[in-house]
């Protein structure tokens, strides 16, 4: 059952975010006005240090202990449209602490004014310079940069790039095509998005573009040579299926993937650290698998290009 805060956070999301709105231009605005506004102190946790910076030409956020071993990549959601920076503080700043790591958030390239391609544009060009530091990399993300995390890594195997040490896409969109059947089937139960919102903000970000190609659709795409892989997702939102099939990508391709699905979430609840009791529990679970990865690359010394000799596809559901 779903704790108080969790029950409470479901209700404002469903009264102040959640619309049915037709017309582009007032979906963009609407977005924007919620997304952008603050929903809660997001606060930097103590012993780690807030910068602006840039990185591949893309301005940013860092988030880093004193003496960083690790670095992640963390890409915001916000459909593409929205999406603000210091609603992360809390999640990435507990995710610099627990792990050691300094992460970027970028503030990459937002539809309408910047339709696709230009946030994975942002999203591989950045980690194409961070993968040039000797640190062990991550890409994470959530909705939105969960699709970018995902497309971020398609793109990093299609250029021979080094591959991250593991990835993590919380509520992944990664169907473009808007065909998969949980868009429908949960557009009621989910407390923040509907089908019609979802088709309308991938219209205006996809722009023209071909929903087919598996940088739009990650779930589309051969997932050969991929890292590990964790996926949230919760059982009553739209991309719950986005998730499952992503999963079931991994286990076709051989690469190890967790799936940790909850019921009576609120879409990406993960990042609610400073809000969700929930969240700070399966935050322990994801730092978990994260170390896990790292200690794994760590003792072989050698990057995850041949994950398919060391496939263990796994899925959570707990009660």
Not at 4 to 30: E, N, Q
Not at 63 to 84: E, K, M, N, Q, W
Not at 192 to 197: A, E, K, N, R
Not at 199 to 219: E, M
């Amino acid at each position: 059952m779903a704790s108080i805060p969790a029950k409470t956070m479901k209700l404002l999301l469903r009264v102040g975010v959640k619309r049915d709105i037709r017309d582009p231009d007032k979906l963009v605005r609407h977005l924007r006005r919620v997304m952008n506004a603050p929903l809660a102190p997001s606060r930097v946790p103590r012993g780690i240090r807030l910068q602006k910076g840039e990185v591949a030409g893309v301005s940013g956020h860092w988030l880093s202990p004193p003496d960083p071993a690790v670095t992640i990549l963390y890409l915001h959601g916000g459909a593409f449209i929205g999406g603000r920076l210091e609603t992360y503080h809390n999640f990435c700043g507990r995710l610099a602490g627990a792990l050691n790591a300094r992460v970027f958030l970028p503030d990459y390239r937002l539809a309408p004014e910047h339709p696709y391609p230009a946030a994975p544009d942002d999203a591989f060009h950045v980690y194409q310079e961070l993968v040039t530091d000797p640190r062990p990399i991550i890409i994470a993300g959530d909705s939105a940069g969960g699709n970018l995390t995902l497309v971020t890594l398609l793109r990093a195997r299609d250029q021979k790039l080094p591959m991250p040490v593991c990835a993590l896409a919380i509520s992944p969109g990664a169907d473009g095509r808007g065909e998969l059947m949980s868009r429908q089937a949960n557009s009621d139960s989910d407390a923040m998005l509907s089908q019609c919102m979802i088709d309308i903000a991938t219209d205006i970000y996809l722009a023209g573009a071909d929903p087919q190609h598996p940088y739009a659709s990650p779930c589309l795409g051969d997932f050969s040579g991929l890292p590990p892989l964790m996926l949230t997702v919760s059982d009553e939102e739209c991309l719950r299926d986005d998730a499952h099939v992503v999963a079931q990508r991994c286990r076709e391709a051989g690469v190890p993937v967790r799936l940790l699905e909850r019921a009576d979430m609120p879409h990406v609840w993960p990042v609610f650290t400073f809000l969700l009791p929930e969240a700070r529990r399966d935050f322990r679970k994801i730092v978990n698998h994260l170390h896990r990865n790292l200690a794994t690359a760590e003792a072989i010394k050698a990057p995850w290009g041949n994950a398919a000799d060391r496939s263990t596809a796994t899925r959570e559901v707990p009660a």
